[in-house]
């Protein structure tokens, strides 16, 4: 199971870097070309997408996995692949024509402005491809094709940065741009994607396997509606307590934040299907730990890092507009870990405690929702992030107690959580006493970096962990 988790880990990540460094140079661009306020604009557009991705096609694809993997036979899993998809198809097309015939309604909903009519029939197309590659890549991850997952990927991010670069630079198109760029990206790389898991795909929609899909994935709504809630609740109230303006400086924050998850992507589009693969396997609790701590080495570098450089990073990638993100990157980037750190606590999903999920996800929700509209008016986008960030680790906590009752995973969490804490009081006391931009300051917080990473991993790792990938390397 480790030797296929690095392999295919290192794969993603190769890919993930690549499609969100491209992601990462285009910010400079976008800061420079448009406005906080259009820059809220596309942020509010974003959380709509996930909304309908999360809701619209009732998580089938969730359901596809679960029952995919159960099964030996090829022509099952072609029907269970086909079903939804075909499903999928069928509620995305439905959602396109209510929204395109209610589409001044809409407009004025959300931008308050009819002026916004087109970069929302626009922004509703680009939803409605978005939907559909998200399920024919995530196909890919499904049956474990690293190699073509990537390949899509890193087609589709060029395609899109170089259609909205063209259009926002040369064409002067402005949020359009970036819309048109998705549009055309998705609609071919979806086509891709069908094309390399072809076996997978063809016309037919089983009724039985339908209801199966359904059983299971249904429950999952809700939890997906909380998730939702719980990850965008954030930048709702900071558009209704602070505007467009201040969620745009917040997004552009997110975003630098989410470049955290890089490796985080890779562990989670690896280690997801081999867990349902092999957790009967006696050895498997102990390779999770192994595996989760190599991912807590990572995790402490890099929120040592976020303190450390957001200053440097924001100047260097932005303009004076948006110098207010600074304080916000660190907060993000912790409540994005946690947020994402259910990959190594599997029970409840492997237990197939749906509803359980769906439980805690609402509480997650109703606790995030809560912390927004109390911090917000009071610290404004330094309290959504700090709200998202209590949010993301109480509901962690939650979920692995649940989770150790149905599957138990013998974590080591006195040394985890006390390396933790001691780098994070330490970055900031550093971060304060070098606070200006030299040359000097930041040799020193590259230095301490090292001497973290250095520090950490000799507290972390063990002989026995050293052994185990020595073993799979010869074994390579």
């Known amino acids: ?39 809220g604009v596309i942020d509010l557009f974003i959380i709509l997408t996930s909304l309908i991705s999360l809701t619209i096609a009732l998580e089938i694809h969730q359901a596809v996995v679960r029952f995919y993997q159960d099964t030996e036979d090829e022509d099952e899993k072609m029907k269970y692949v086909s079903t939804a998809f075909i499903f999928t198809v069928f509620v ?103 094309y390399y898991a072809q076996k997978s795909y063809k016309m037919v929609f089983v009724y039985t396997k339908f209801k199966e899909l359904i059983h299971f994935s249904f429950p999952l709504v809700f939890s997906s509606v909380a998730i939702f809630i719980a990850l965008f609740i954030d930048r709702i109230a900071i558009k209704y307590f602070l505007g467009l303006d201040e969620l745009g400086i917040y997004g552009l924050a997110y975003r630098f934040a989410a470049v955290t998850s890089l490796v985080m992507i890779g562990f989670q589009s690896s280690l997801s299907p081999l867990i349902y693969k092999h957790y009967k396997e006696k050895e498997t609790p102990k390779n999770i730990v192994r595996l989760f701590e190599l991912f807590w080495i ?26 207010a993100a600074v304080p916000v990157i660190p907060l993000l980037v912790l409540a994005v870990f ?41 610290f404004g986008i330094e309290g959504a992030a700090l709200a998202t960030l209590i949010s993301a680790v109480s509901i962690f906590v939650v979920r692995v107690r649940m989770s150790q009752e149905y599957y138990f995973i013998p974590f080591r969490w006195a040394r985890t959580i006390f390396s ?57």
């Open 338 to 378: 946690f947020t994402n750190m259910y990959i190594f606590i599997p029970g409840l999903g492997v237990a197939k405690k749906t509803k359980l999920i769906a439980i805690i996800s609402i509480i997650a929700a109703i606790l995030n929702t809560g912390l927004n509209f109390l911090l917000i008016p009071m």
């Open 1 to 39: 199971m480790i030797k296929s988790f690095l392999k295919n880990s290192f794969i993603y990540t190769i890919g993930t870097v690549f499609t969100r460094g491209i992601g990462i140079l285009l910010v400079p661009i976008y800061t420079r070309y448009l406005t906080p306020s259009e820059y």
């Open 92 to 194: 995305y097309m439905i959602y396109l024509i209510i929204s395109f015939s209610f589409s001044d309604i809409f407009t004025l909903w959300l931008l308050d402005d009819i002026k916004y009519k087109s970069i929302f029939l626009l922004a509703t197309f680009s939803v409605f491809t978005s939907g559909l590659f998200y399920f024919t890549s995530g196909q890919l991850k499904w049956q474990i094709m690293p190699k073509q997952l990537v390949t899509v990927s890193i087609v589709n991010v060029t395609i899109v940065a170089s259609i909205t670069v063209y259009l926002l630079v040369i064409e002067k198109m402005k949020i359009e741009s970036i819309f048109i760029g998705q549009i055309v990206g998705n609609s071919l790389c979806m086509v891709l994607s069908i």
């Open 298 to 323: 990572f995790m402490i570098s890099v929120t040592a890092g976020a303190i450390l450089f957001s200053k440097e990073i924001i100047v260097l990638m932005s303009t004076k507009d948006y110098y």
């Open 420 to 476: 933790l804490l001691i780098v994070i009081i330490a970055s900031y006391l550093l971060v304060d006493y070098f606070n200006t931009i030299s040359l000097l300051f930041i040799s020193v917080k590259i230095l301490f970096l090292f001497v973290v990473l250095i520090a950490v991993s000799l507290l972390m790792i063990e002989k026995e962990d050293l052994k185990i990938i020595t073993f799979f390397k010869k074994r390579e």
